[in-house]
């Protein structure tokens, strides 16, 4: 396994239109969380799944944001109607649930950077 | 939404120099991180901490988990150029998941 894979890595959108990301965590991890990162800031938590529950959500995380994890494994990430304040990297982070002070550890994707214009 | 102080928020320094930032927080944490991120890349993590008073080293990277469990350090010593880039500190508490709160980031820039 190579890791948490996003994609896409770049997504250029118009203003109004919805786009969606995906995540694939490190096997078996079972903590999947998600982030936004905005230039010259550091990443900011969005939500949180621990198998196919989602645990956490952000006061960041407007209506106009919805996250899936339907089968525990992979993620998704749709934002609806998106605004050009919504232009940031999305970042994905994944963890496991065993074996003692490690499941604390997150383990960061390449992220996916979102253009509104 | 809440971030942790971390200063500097950027360093200019000479190759083999030595360099320190850290990190506090008004919150106590009981895991303390310190991430590099590279351009255009997700962080990687360096050092993580578990435990107050402790101190981590991980190559020429030493790391250490405040008494108050409020803040953290990160020292680098004999930098070199590959050492550039942006540097977060996290921090988790133990009543919300394992959700992170990160830093402002300090940027090192290395001068061969």
């Known amino acids: 396994d190579t890791g948490v894979s996003q994609n896409p890595r770049h997504k250029i959108t118009k203003r109004g239109q919805n786009v969606t990301f995906r995540c694939d965590p490190i096997s078996e991890h079972n903590r999947l969380y998600w982030y936004r990162q905005t230039l010259g800031q550091g990443p900011e938590f969005l939500t949180y799944f621990q198998n196919e529950a989602q645990l956490e959500k952000s006061r960041l995380l407007s209506d106009r944001f919805s996250a899936e994890r339907p089968k525990g494994s992979f993620s998704t990430l749709e934002i609806q109607r998106t605004e050009q304040g919504d232009s940031a990297m999305y970042l994905c982070a994944s963890s496991p649930i065993r074996g003692g002070a490690a499941k604390n550890i997150q383990y960061f994707g390449a992220g996916t950077r979102l253009s509104v214009l | 939404g809440q971030q942790l102080n971390q200063s500097p928020q950027s360093m200019f320094i000479q190759e083999g120099e030595d360099v320190s930032m850290n990190c506090t927080s008004s919150s106590i944490f009981n895991t303390w991180l310190w991430y590099k991120q590279d351009p255009g890349e997700g962080p990687v993590l360096l050092i993580a901490l578990y435990k107050a008073g402790e101190l981590t080293s991980n190559g020429r990277l030493t790391a250490q988990f405040g008494i108050t469990r409020k803040d953290s350090f990160l020292n680098i010593s004999a930098s070199i150029p590959s050492d550039v880039g942006i540097y977060f500190c996290?921090?988790?508490?133990?009543?919300?998941?394992?959700?992170?709160?990160f830093g402002q980031g300090t940027i090192l820039t290395v001068h061969p």
């Open positions: 996290a921090g988790q508490s133990g009543t919300s998941y394992g959700k992170l709160t």
